[in-house]
């Protein structure tokens, strides 16, 4: 919840024209008043919005605003961008959701493959896809986005395969500085966080890779800026019908400060619902994503009534604002997320399309049999990730990835002196998902410490991050014999890069403070951020499948669980 409530202490800044005299024994200084002292300003627009939003942004942050997180988001671009096509094959997983993609573009549904389809795939003959449908348990928004890039620049273009996730995650680096931005009233820290989440090689290597979970952080991410640019407007709509009640003393009657008024449809929160939809309709895993954000914005909604003056700001909350908003977000959600699977929908030969039709039920035979089968197809997906316990060498225990114990390798190929340019006795060429490690290793810290500043302080900035983060992270401890791989974690890493952000900006300090206290902490951020610079220039020949010596890259294997 907000830490911001209203106390005998809160000032609001002084209406325009006459003021109501002071009652007597208090003296109030012009333009900062204690609203208790002064009860016929607390319902005015302007002291409303000041207790339940703050003041107005920086200068310098309405200059910079747009400026800062596409400086940001192009230096993501261009570690992102550059010799995206290599390696010129499949590697990894894309295996299974590139040529699911293909598919797509050929009759709208999955399709079954030939033995030993990859190497003619890579050769860009696509002969080997078969009639028959395939069964996958994924759903098919991550692959259109992958079919999208396909279409641009043809389905032979490594580059066009990877074109979507290079895309949506530079994007996503300008998104999660706006995030920043708007999380701290700060350029600096919004800034910050851009260049985070650009240099990253575990973010790296996710865009430059046809994966689904890139989508699945992105989508996600959406979604969460969304809700934040609810939460301003919900607090600026409550503010302006609450001070429409006030009579002409400025009073709002007791009876309309029961439960507080209705604040109509939230159309950030519809668009929050929509990205939700598109987040399910990449992985289920979204499905924390949509609990966890919908559970924040009604708390939200609560504090806000509760700092306003609402008696029953819970019940004001759960009756008035949370019952639109689960109609706002889920609903919708599960909207877009059918919408996902219109292929498969007008498709007549996709993967039990038909059960329904071959299965009757005298129970459920009201509903429409394309939703039967599509529901049975849900449960047997279901069964399959709930029991997938097969051995994996890249396995990796949620717990792990607090250290990057396991990152995943995508793609090693040996060389011998002589071959393709090496001139050393071996070299190789890889891609390993293993992130940079002041980032990973400052940002489990920074989590942490989150936790504890959330409980001492109610820090609503500290609660929000953590929501995100621990919907991307919380679930998957409970299923510690499942396969599960550390590239999983790009969910959560741009609230892990925000719980950084957020302590830097605790050791930079308030605007208020003496100079020397902010000079220092600006030159200790600095300091932060030149050293992340630098480790991901060193790690970039192994996010970037470029050819280095053997010897050169054990000297990145910092722990030995990272070979």
Known sequence: MDSVQPTATDTVPAEPGPSPEPPAGFSLKPRRTRWVAEPARVFTRSALEARLIGGPAPASLRLWFWLAPSLTALIGGLLRFVRLGQPPSLIFDETYYVKDAYSYLQSGYERNWADKANDLFNQGVFTSLENTPEYVVH????????????????????????????????IAIFVLALVAQKLFRSTILGAAAGLLFAVDGHAIVQSRTSL?????MFFALLAFGALL?????????????LSSLAGADGRVRAKDLLY????????????????????????????????????????????????????????????KDGLLAFASMVPVAAATYLATWTGWFAAKDSYDRHWAESNPSTAWGWIPDSLRSLWHYHSTAYSFHTGLGSDHPYKANAWSWFVMGRPTSFYVKNFENGDAGCTADKCISAITSVGNPLIWWGGSLAVLFLVGVWIAKRDWRAGAILAGWAAGFVPWLFYP??????????????????????????????????????QQGAVIIGLFLTLAVALSAYFYPVWAAEMISYDYWRLHMWLPSWI
């Open 139 to 170: 759903p098919p928004m991550g692959k259109w986005l992958i079919a999208f890039g396909m279409c641009l620049f043809g389905p032979d273009s490594t580059f066009g395969w990877r074109f979507s996730s290079a895309l949506l995650g530079t």
């Open 212 to 216: 689904l979970d890139n989508f699945v």
């Open 229 to 241: 640019m609810d939460r301003d407007d919900g607090r600026r709509r409550l503010a302006a019908r």
């Open 260 to 319: 507080g008024p209705w604040l109509g449809i939230r159309w950030w929160r519809l668009a929050a619902g929509v990205a939700l939809g598109l987040c399910i309709g990449t992985k289920w895993s979204g499905l924390f994503f949509l609990a966890a954000f919908g559970v924040l914005s009604v708390l939200w909604d609560m504090n806000a009534r509760r700092t306003a003056g609402i008696r029953y700001w819970m019940a004001g909350a759960v009756w």
């Open 481 to 518: 014999e499942r396969t599960i791989f550390f590239f999983y974690a790009i969910a959560y890493e741009p609230f892990m890069i925000l719980a950084i952000v957020m302590v830097l900006g605790m050791v930079m300090g308030k605007v208020g403070d003496p100079p020397w206290r902010r």
